[in-house]
């Protein structure tokens, strides 16, 4: 496997949320991560918040 460097991100999700938290929707699994299998992601998985 090819080695490459990783990027971190720090995000201040309280003030991100109380910003957009009109826009925001949450679902209970990770729905990002497709290294391990992909998750289906459906509409049905997020919620408002």
Do not use: W
Request: charged share 25%.
């Amino acid at each position: 496997m090819k080695e490459r460097s990783q990027v971190v991100l720090s995000i201040d999700t309280e003030r991100l949320l109380a910003r957009y938290a009109e826009q925001a929707t949450l679902t209970p699994i990770n729905t990002g991560n497709a290294r391990r299998g992909r998750n289906l992601c459906t509409l049905e998985r997020f919620v408002p918040h």
